[in-house]
């Protein structure tokens, strides 16, 4: 079975950027679509991007379009989520989860194989 361990998140002040990461082992994510969520404390968890199998297609939350970049490398079987001018707002800890429905769905049910998320902190 197929698990993902998140990482790179941390604490940053606003304006800045981050990088996550999200590992792959026990199995490929070539053939899944893979997202990334976040979740507050006390909220729904929330979708935040998304990308293709193949890494042509893209989908993101409009409160971080123009701001977060998703992209993929399949030769390292890994995620990746580039997060720039970085808000309070942003401040959450993301998950990413492979999409086991379809790239007509984004919702979180549509995912599987989450990983433990990782923390990203933006101060103001």
């Known amino acids: 079975q197929v698990q993902l361990v998140e990482s790179g998140g941390g604490l940053v002040q606003a304006g800045g950027s981050l990088r996550l990461s999200c590992a792959a082992s026990g199995g490929t994510i070539s053939t899944h679509a893979m997202g990334w969520f976040r979740q507050v404390p006390g909220q729904e968890r929330e979708f935040v991007a998304a990308?293709?199998?193949?890494?042509?297609?893209?989908n993101y939350a409009d409160s971080v379009k123009g701001r977060f970049t998703i992209s993929r490398d399949h030769t390292k079987n890994t995620v990746f989520l580039q997060m720039n001018l970085l808000k309070p707002e942003d401040t959450a800890v993301y998950y990413c989860?492979?999409?086991?429905?379809?790239?007509?769905?984004?919702?979180?049910?549509?995912?599987?194989?989450w990983g433990q998320g990782t923390q990203v902190t933006v101060s103001s």
């Open positions: 990308i293709s199998r193949s890494g042509g297609l893209t």
């Open positions: 989860a492979a999409n086991v429905v379809g790239w007509r769905s984004m919702a979180e049910s549509s995912f599987d194989f």
